[in-house]
């Protein structure tokens, strides 16, 4: 059982940064490849990003590449999403996941199955 927390979330201006941060509970966290994604009232949840179980790979939807970067701290049991030259679209509601991805890969939704709440990010134009 893994229990993941997100914060980080805020409103911010077109331009701007702003690093997400999701912490996981549980002694397996290492054993996890660990995902996030993004939703938006009336849409799919959208895969914005994920990182193998051991860091050493990453995954990005295409809406979001070249801006957003993952990145994971085994001792912490941390996972982060550096957001960078954030734009209106990228307004939506920011859920963590841990899961595998051996059958359906790593920016698949069906590839989880622990989420955090969510973190609510607002991105002024």
């Known amino acids: 059982q893994v229990q993941l927390v997100e914060s980080g979330g805020g409103l911010v201006q077109a331009g701007d940064s702003l690093r997400l941060s999701c912490a996981a509970s549980?002694?397996?966290?290492?054993?996890?490849?660990m995902g996030w994604f993004r939703q938006v009232p009336g849409k799919e949840r959208e895969s914005v990003a994920a990182?193998?179980?051991?860091?050493?790979?990453?995954y990005y939807g295409d809406s979001v590449k070249g801006r957003f970067i993952i990145s994971r701290d085994g001792a912490k049991n941390t996972v982060y999403l550096q957001m960078n030259s954030l734009e209106p679209e990228d307004t939506a509601v920011y859920y963590c996941?841990?899961?595998?991805?051996?059958?359906?890969?790593?920016?698949?939704?069906?590839?989880?199955?622990?989420w955090g709440q969510g973190t609510q990010v607002t991105v002024s134009s």
């Open positions: 996941a841990a899961g595998g991805c051996l059958v359906y890969g790593c920016l698949e939704r069906r590839s989880y199955h622990y």
């Open positions: 549980g002694r397996t966290f290492s054993s996890y490849a």
């Open positions: 990182i193998s179980w051991n860091g050493g790979r990453t």
